[in-house]
């Protein structure tokens, strides 16, 4: 075989996977979480008990919320999850974005994001499938990526139960979260659409932004150790509250202000329209048992 044959015949081998490498823009790096959004929710102390503000939650995701209690994550065997893919990138976490190549073609096979609660997370670009409905979950899902223009977007299912909000707003093994990354500059913008057909009655879109760190943005390994929190709690004791036992049930709806309609979210809740509504509530009553 001629040296130009040879080269021809590489040339269609390797041309799919040669055409893998274009990106859109180079991820990679250390990003430090800007909280001019929702500051109160993704940092401490997070949102209060029954706040479900701007959530499409269904009555299902309502009740299970309204008998959480955050003690449970003080419970041994919860207390090193991490977070899981679902909330991970909405925490307050800084992110490490590093890529793996393959080692014959250099095209991009995947992309690893490590956060200071979570990771690594995989996200594959070399056009695998996602697993069948009935593999398990993980923490971090399944996620595979594409590059639409300059943006890329990650589509990730197989996603352990966790929480939507830290104030037990839940979401499913059934959930599906789709992902834009958008990079202008040093900022990211992370645009998530969740889908969840057991606890939301529609999609809920969220945004975050990220500013790239020239130095050290934070710590990319989360050391823990399980502990007793509690002493004398009995090893089958699972902090929560009944129906209608919470003692903070009515509390965030009272003290800020806000009609418990209001509070209890919904998809209408999400929308601008639904300002008008709100001048026709009543505000809500003090709870039985606040001082």
């Known amino acids: 075989m001629s040296f130009l044959r040879c ?8 041309a799919p996977a040669f055409g893998q490498t274009r990106v ?3 991820p990679s790096g250390m990003w430090s979480a800007m909280y001019h959004e929702d500051e109160l929710e993704r940092t401490d ?4 008990a029954g706040d479900y503000l701007g959530i499409p939650i269904n009555d299902d995701a309502r009740l299970r919320a309204d008998t959480w209690d955050a003690d449970l994550i003080s419970v041994p065997e919860r207390q090193c999850i991490p977070h899981s893919a679902i909330y991970a990138m909405r925490g307050p976490s800084a992110l490490m974005i590093s890529t793996i190549l393959d080692p014959t073609t250099s095209s991009i096979t995947a992309f690893i994001i ?3 609660y979570t990771g690594p997370r995989t996200i594959w670009m070399d056009g695998r499938p996602h697993p069948p409905a009935w593999a398990p979950a993980t923490w971090m899902g399944f996620s595979t990526g594409k590059w639409e223009g300059d943006m890329l977007v990650v589509t990730t299912t197989h ?4 929480w939507i909000r830290r104030n037990g707003i839940p979401n499913s093994d059934r959930s599906t979260m789709i992902e834009h990354f958008i990079r202008h500059g040093n900022t990211l913008t992370h645009l998530v659409q969740w889908t969840d057909p057991v606890n939301l009655t529609e999609p809920l879109v ?6 790239l760190q020239e130095r050290e943005a934070g710590s990319w390994l989360w050391p823990c150790e399980y502990v007793d929190e509690v002493v004398d709690r009995p090893r089958e004791d699972v902090p929560h509250y009944l129906p209608g036992r919470s003692p903070y049930a009515g509390d965030f709806a009272y ?3 806000v009609p418990v309609e209001a509070a209890n979210g919904g998809a209408a809740t999400m929308y601008p329209e639904y300002q008008e509504r709100l001048r026709t509530l009543p505000a809500a009553p003090k709870p039985a048992g606040s001082k």
């Open 45 to 48: 102390p997070g949102s209060s």
């Open 7 to 14: 080269f021809l015949v590489a040339a269609l081998v390797l």
């Open 255 to 257: 003290r800020y202000g």
């Open 206 to 211: 969220r945004s975050e932004d990220f500013v």
């Open 159 to 162: 996603i352990k139960q966790e």
């Open 114 to 116: 490590d956060g200071t």
């Open 24 to 26: 859109g823009f180079n």
